[in-house]
């Protein structure tokens, strides 16, 4: 694991990366890597999953050595994407986001969902949300990884074998997500539903050949369906699990003038230990015994830095950061949720004062990696 701990940050003309350790800043021009005017779905291993403003292709790009994998199914190969030449739509517009698969099922008769009509150029911020890889793009032979997709607008889930498939294979099971997992000891993908439950998906092999394995059965006691959710594996590995609620709210913020503005700002975390023998939650204060790290969670995907080897990580905290997409979506302006959260007291601080441009997209923490990717031919 690299020394420095960064948060990837941007502004018009350049993004930035923040190194934890020695509190700096450092620079680095907008077109290289081109992710500047892009929306940003997560980062993982090093990588940052992007939407193109104008198309919403995904693409994945290492922001240290510039290097951009395009290698993804086409966008319009979603399955609940409908095209403007494939059946009744607005005029002006390009395309529907369905809420089922157009191809293989019918809408309801006596209440059928309305699909909703998009502009190509707004496709990226209505249908992607989140983005998650099953490991490092470097480190798989042949090039082969994984891309999970949390698409709008009902939360569900698409998937695409980079270098193999042609298409992005639509997991229609009628349920809503909130993130997801790869676990590195079983080669499963571990998604969490917005009430609590936990699936667990077989997805090398051919769309036809997907498994569902219901891991946690849907939580039916404190479900809030407005706050955000996030899965993780216990420190060490295994099949220890933990899930992280946090609520964000609009907070009364003072301005000058004896004027106040409202900010959506973390108002609670929770913590729950997975127990899957009495399939419920359980509430903890501790991220596992005889544990050192801190969790660090936002719209990169979760994970883990013991903080004995880091200087100024704290342990048993959580570093967070702002990933309410669809508030960050109507307020892209609004300056960004970052602080640390203390597992054990339940005390908040801020990681450090937000700058005006360190808002849109929004950051994420981030890992560098100096791997290159190369698929076989």
Not at 95 to 118: G, M
Not at 228 to 247: D, I, N
Not at 339 to 366: A, E, H, I, M
Request: net charge neutral; hydrophobic share 35%; proline share 8%.
């Amino acid at each position: 694991m690299h020394d420095l701990h960064r948060l990837v940050l941007r502004h018009p003309r350049r993004h930035r990366l923040h190194a934890l350790r020695r509190k700096h800043i450092r620079g680095h021009p907008a077109g290289s890597p081109p992710i500047g005017g892009r929306y940003w779905l997560g980062a993982a291993h090093g990588w940052l999953a992007t939407a193109d403003a104008d198309s919403a292709e995904v693409r994945l790009v290492n922001p240290v050595t510039g290097q951009q994998i395009d290698a993804l199914p086409p966008v319009p190969t979603i399955a609940h994407l409908r095209g403007r030449d494939a059946g009744p739509i607005e005029p002006g517009y390009d395309y529907e986001i369905c809420s089922y698969d157009w191809r293989l099922e019918q809408p309801q008769p006596n209440n059928p969902p309305r699909p909703i009509p998009v502009k190509a150029g707004e496709l990226a911020k209505r249908l992607d949300m989140r983005a998650f890889l099953s490991s490092d793009p470097s480190h798989r032979p042949g090039g082969c990884f994984i891309v999970v997709l949390l698409n709008r607008p009902d939360c569900e889930l698409s998937f695409a074998r980079v270098g193999v498939d042609e298409r992005w294979t639509w997991i229609g099971r009628r349920t809503s997500y909130a993130d997801a997992v790869n676990n590195d000891g079983d080669g499963l993908f571990y998604a969490l539903t917005i009430a609590g439950g936990i699936h667990a998906y077989d997805l090398a092999g051919r769309a036809s050949a997907v498994r569902q394995t219901t891991f946690l059965h849907d939580q039916v006691h404190d479900i809030i369906d407005t706050d955000t959710k996030y899965l993780v594996q216990a420190p060490g590995g295994g099949q220890e699990w933990l899930q992280v609620w946090r609520m964000m709210e609009p907070v009364p913020t003072p301005e000058g003038g004896g004027s106040s503005t409202h900010l959506f700002t973390t108002v609670w975390i929770k913590v729950f230990r997975v127990d899957v023998d009495t399939q419920t939650l359980v509430k903890t204060v501790t991220f596992r015994e005889n544990t050192n790290h801190a969790l660090f969670i936002g719209c990169n995907q979760a994970f883990w830095v013991p903080a004995g080897e880091h200087a100024g990580v704290m342990p048993n905290h959580i570093y967070y950061t702002d990933n309410e997409e669809c508030y960050a979506l109507y307020f892209p302006e609004s300056p960004r949720d970052i602080g640390v959260y203390n597992v054990g007291d339940g005390s908040f601080k801020q990681f450090r004062t937000p700058r005006p441009w360190l808002n849109w997209p929004l950051p994420c923490w981030f890992i560098p990696s100096l791997g290159s990717y190369r698929q076989w031919s």
